[in-house]
């Protein structure tokens, strides 16, 4: 698992790190150094913990050679803090980023940079870190062992430089219409670990799914999962499942417990997803490939109950909306436009609740974001959501509805929306909603 950033302070409530970017070889794959682009000097960066209520004082330092930012992607935190387009940090630049962790926000995050134009360049190149906000309440018993896994994907060229077509390129071109996808595929910057597990032990797993453009669908090879959170933590019940999809951005919390014989092994696998449009569909779509092995050892556990509430979710009710919007997401546009930072293209009033009805009008899946705030999904081609949770990114397949409520609480600011594929996001495909 990625180390946790260690916390400065010897304050009750403070956790105050440090956190550079700088340009770095490291070895991704075997022993082949890559250049990369790294937090605190590890691919993925290091993890941010802390607790509900906490304030959260981060010192970063731009050592890269380019702008950069450092967004933390789900929480909702004040505008400056945002680490948006808005806000770059230029090279040799440091800046603060300061915010508390209200009470109800325990769930697991991620922070990744935010440039405008060069997101995805800067992502693919090793600049992404998870994020776990704990609650003092946690219904799940602390026995329940946590693991840590951040989904990834690359492409790497022989030389084991990372593959990044040159602009204007064939490639380059798929890449862009696609969102960028890599063959190897990484879990907390690792190929194909092994997570053990004692019979009748269980484990609490949070998954991030962190790649550029790539859509998990995950399975434990006939065993089920019990799924119990997703974005914004956790849900009032556990869901027993026997898959679940991850569009990039998405995280969720499963629950998986040892029930096979010792020394057996089970995958987890990536099933196939098709979210793409055919003419660029890539060639081994179809493959299900394995991202860890879990196995069993001859160890026995106590046993553990698995709590059957977890926590309120409370509905955001939607007869206090007082506006409502259609998001519409065309190739590479949002209700016809491509992003300039110099235009509103949603103004809302702060505490206003609002409906958003977010349709896919072409062929491709797009993972819509929204900055700043949790939302929960009201219905998706007009079917209800089965039940409630906090989410901030929400996958609308390809010619498919989703409809968001969202109540713009707090933080006045410059929020971005967009299409979590980042080569979607860089071209524009994002748009600005201002809170005041
Ligand atoms: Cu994950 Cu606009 O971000
Ligand atoms: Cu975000
Ligand atoms: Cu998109």
């Not at 499942?241 to 995958?267: D, F, Q």
């Not at 098709?274 to 860890?292: A, S």
């Not at 594929?421 to 201002?434: A, P, R």
Request: hydrophobic share 40%; aromatic share 8%; proline share 6%.
């Amino acid at each position: 698992m990625p180390s946790a950033m260690r916390n400065l302070s010897r304050t009750r409530g403070i956790v105050e790190v440090s956190l550079f970017a700088d340009a770095r070889k490291l070895a991704l794959r075997s022993n082949r150094a890559t250049d990369v682009f790294a937090y605190n000097g590890t691919v993925p960066g290091p993890t941010l913990e802390a607790r509900e209520g906490d304030s959260v004082i981060v010192h970063f330092e731009n050592r890269l050679d380019v702008a950069t930012t450092v967004h933390w992607h789900g929480l909702h935190i004040p505008f400056d803090s945002d680490g948006s387009p808005f806000h770059p940090v230029e090279p040799g630049e440091k800046r603060t980023y300061s915010f508390r962790l209200r009470p109800g926000s325990a769930g697991t995050y991620w922070y990744h940079p935010h440039p405008n134009h060069s997101t995805g360049h800067q992502v693919a190149k090793g600049l992404y870190g998870a994020i776990v906000v704990r609650a003092d309440d946690d219904p799940l018993p602390a026995r329940i062992h946590e693991k840590l896994l951040v989904l990834s994907d690359n492409r790497l060229r022989e030389d084991g430089s990372i593959d990044l077509p040159p602009d204007g390129s064939l490639a380059s071109h798929i890449d862009e219409e696609n969102g960028r996808e890599g063959d190897v595929l990484f879990v907390n910057g690792q190929v194909l670990p092994t997570v053990m597990i004692r019979k009748g032990e269980v484990q609490r797993w949070r998954i991030i799914n962190s790649s550029a453009a790539r859509v998990f669908r995950i399975a434990l090879e006939g065993q089920k999962m019990i799924h119990v959170g997703s974005d914004g933590g956790l849900f009032e019940v556990p869901r027993e499942v026997s898959e679940l999809t991850l569009a990039n951005g998405e995280r969720v919390e499963i629950l998986v417990r040892g029930s096979l014989k010792p020394g057996e092994k089970v995958a987890l696998q990536a099933l196939p997803y098709d979210r793409y449009i055919p003419q660029t569909r890539p060639l081994h779509w179809k493959t299900t490939r394995d991202l860890l092995t879990l196995e069993q050892t001859s160890d026995v556990a106590a046993e553990v109950t698995i709590p059957a509430r977890l926590r309120v979710v409370p509905a955001i009710d939607t007869a206090s909306a007082t506006v409502r919007r259609v998001v519409t997401l065309s190739q590479g546009l949002i209700n016809g436009k491509a992003m300039d930072m110099n235009r509103v293209d949603f103004l809302a009033k702060l505490d206003d609740t609002e409906i958003w009805d977010i349709e896919n009008i072409v062929g491709m899946d797009h993972p819509f974001h929204l900055h700043g705030f949790q939302f929960q999904v009201i219905d998706r081609n007009g079917v209800a959501e089965p039940f409630r949770s906090w989410k901030d990114m929400v996958n609308v397949p390809k010619h498919e509805t989703a409809r968001i409520i969202v109540r713009f609480a707090n933080y006045p600011g410059k929020w971005m929306f967009h299409c979590h594929i980042l080569d979607h996001e860089d071209h524009g495909m994002m748009g600005i909603l201002e809170v005041k």
